[in-house]
């Protein structure tokens, strides 16, 4: 399976200012799986060691940061010879060894060509008090499940990425009929590895479905694991309302839709992890379009799922709603088509979303972006509805952005505004 993360990894081994590299993401979007294909294609050895229920390995970190004895234990618990050469140490599952974390610090200030990456959930959340996160002196790289593109790769559709990639929009418009039904099916199976993994062995669905409900099972154990009694009742009434959330036309999040009565402070911190732990998504409203954005943010915000074939399993829609269209999928396609759009902007393009509403709730913008000081607005449309009202009034009203709509209706440049084709968002990565 192909990861797009990978050149940066390649690009972190060749710097000649490599710091150790932390990547981050939440549980199961593939980090240890990445890390260990990375070390096997760009280092002649790894030394692999897991701080999950290792009071061993974790008791090397115990007396200080003696690298030297660290080394010894790693190569002990590895089985391997580390070299500054040519070994790659992984430490996996590091959050449940702050102190592991915090030698990272020391690694980089005592040992800078010892190459070494660490992955772990919920970095930054479960650090125990008396140690540190060793700011300033790691890399940091964000893994995110499989893009569209990535999916595409994954099952056996690189020619069609390729066409896609190539911004030939005469050629991607033929396609089109393909590339959309290949949409529907990701908006199905979503991006989490070992869901695509299973959907291109078998291509069942239902097999497909049975995988996403396990690992929603496995964040809901994370949950109770890691939050008291009162804070998991709190984070998972959050978590499960997401459905019904993204379902409505004004997709703000509305506290007393998680439950009658249901009061925001009770819900901030619980919000406040599922975003830490990289569960959710989270798009604040901003006020106008200034520079930069996070500037004029107030306290309205969206969540998203982290996945958007997870967003399907929470809302109990099988295949036939998704793929047929039927008219249950109807109230959920605006749902399904921004929750890609949101995946698409922050894993493909690199960039952090916004949206923004009127005062009056009269006229919303999907999503604001900016890059390179240029504002981009976004309306997202699930299907071929092209009217753009809100669009052409805002910018009216702020002049000089360059907005964009995303739509299953074919390219087209009407000056003030480019409409792109929902399966190709990706050839608009550079925003060129």
């Not at 379902?247 to 599922?274: C, D, M, P, Q, V």
Request: charged share 25%; proline share 4%.
């Amino acid at each position: 399976m192909r990861r797009f993360l990978m050149a940066d990894l390649l690009e972190w081994r060749d710097s000649p200012h490599r710091k150790p590299l932390v990547l981050n993401g939440a549980r199961q979007v593939g980090k240890t799986w990445l890390l260990q294909e990375f070390g096997k294609a760009a280092f002649k050895n790894v030394a692999y060691v897991s701080f999950d229920n290792n009071p061993q390995l974790a008791s090397l970190f115990d007396n200080g940061y003696d690298l030297a004895q660290i080394l010894l234990g790693i190569q002990a618990e590895s089985r391997q010879k580390v070299t500054q050469e040519d070994t790659l140490i992984i430490f996996d599952e590091i959050q449940e060894c702050p102190k592991a974390l915090t030698s990272l610090k020391y690694f980089h200030e005592q040992m800078p060509g010892q190459a070494i990456a660490a992955a772990g959930s919920l970095l930054g959340i479960t650090i125990h008090e008396g140690t540190g996160y060793p700011v300033g002196k790691v890399t940091t790289l964000d893994l995110y499940p499989l893009s569209f593109r990535e999916f595409l790769d994954a099952t056996n559709e690189s020619a069609l990425r390729e066409l896609v990639d190539s911004g030939d929009w005469k050629l991607i418009d033929s396609f089109k009929e393909k590339l959309t039904s290949l949409l529907r099916q990701y908006y199905f199976v979503g991006g989490m590895p070992e869901v695509v993994s299973r959907f291109a062995e078998s291509a069942d669905l239902s097999e497909v479905r049975q995988v996403q409900k396990e690992i929603l099972q496995g964040y809901e154990r994370d949950v109770s694991k890691h939050l008291s009694r009162t804070e998991t009742e709190y984070t998972l009434a959050a978590w499960n309302s997401l459905p019904a959330q993204l379902s409505k036309e004004n997709k703000k999040y509305i506290f007393g839709h998680i439950k009658s009565g249901a009061r925001a402070k009770n819900y901030h911190a619980a919000i406040t992890w599922l975003t830490k732990s990289g569960l959710v998504l989270k798009v604040p409203r901003v006020t106008k379009p200034g520079v930069p954005l996070s500037a004029y943010t107030n306290s309205a915000f969206k969540l998203f799922a982290l996945d958007v074939g997870l967003l399907g399993a929470m809302s109990g829609l099988d295949e036939r709603s998704i793929l047929g269209g039927n008219l249950l999928f109807t109230e959920f396609k605006g749902a399904f088509a921004e929750q890609f759009v949101c995946q698409q902007l922050i894993a493909e393009c690199g960039l952090t979303p916004f949206y923004w509403s009127a005062e009056n709730s009269r006229g919303e913008i999907d999503f604001v972006v900016q890059k390179d000081g240029i504002t981009y607005p976004i309306e997202v449309k699930a299907e071929e509805n092209l009217k753009s009202k809100s669009l052409r009034a805002f910018c009216e009203k702020y002049k000089g952005m360059q907005a964009r709509r995303f739509s299953l209706s074919g390219h087209r440049d009407e000056g003030w505004m480019q409409n792109i084709p929902l399966y190709a968002i990706a050839p608009f990565a550079n925003w060129k």
